[in-house]
Structures are given as C-alpha cells and as structure tokens.
C-alpha cells in the first residue's frame, strides 16, 4: 500500500473588497469554509465572502510556513506580479 504524501498548503484569498489574504492550512477546503463562516482569520471576518485564488502544496510544514512569511513581506504590487506569474489575474 502506497504512504499518502502529507501536503501543507500556502494559500491566497482574494476578499470582496478586492484585498489579498494570504495563510497556512493542511486542508484547503475545511479552511476556506471556515473564513467564509466568519470564524477564520480576523482580517477576513469583515471582507467575506472569500474566494480562494492560488494555492501550493509543500512537504513540510516549514517550508509552507516560509512561503506565506516572504508572500507577505511583498508589497500588493509585487504580490499581483507573483499571483500573474503563476497564471492568477485578478480583475
């Protein structure tokens, strides 16, 4: 039997007044529920609903963690140059 790979997910929404949130999950799917249910991140709470734009999966927990560190250190500018990079564009 084959060992399932864990996946730890970066992962960015994009909220109703068009800002960028971006965090950290181990299931896309259960967290997205809960931003929308008004229960996630503070910053969320007053901007849903949430849609969820762009995603990626790493092995470990660190290296996930890191990337949400350095997406935010981005300024929005560079953010939307990095979202348009990987194919994501925002209206």
């Given at each position: ?21 971006s965090?950290?999950?181990v ?27 762009y ?6 927990k ?30």
């Open positions: 039997m084959e060992k399932k790979t864990k996946c730890y997910y970066f992962y960015v929404l994009q909220c109703c007044d068009q800002t960028l949130y965090g950290f999950t299931d896309l799917a259960k967290r997205l529920k809960v931003h929308n249910q008004g229960k996630g991140a503070k910053y969320t709470r007053a901007r849903r609903p949430v849609k969820l734009i995603h990626e999966c790493f092995s470990t660190r290296a996930a963690l890191q990337k949400e560190y350095a997406f935010k250190q981005l300024k929005r500018k560079q953010k939307l140059k990095y979202l348009h990079e990987q194919g994501i564009v925002i209206e």
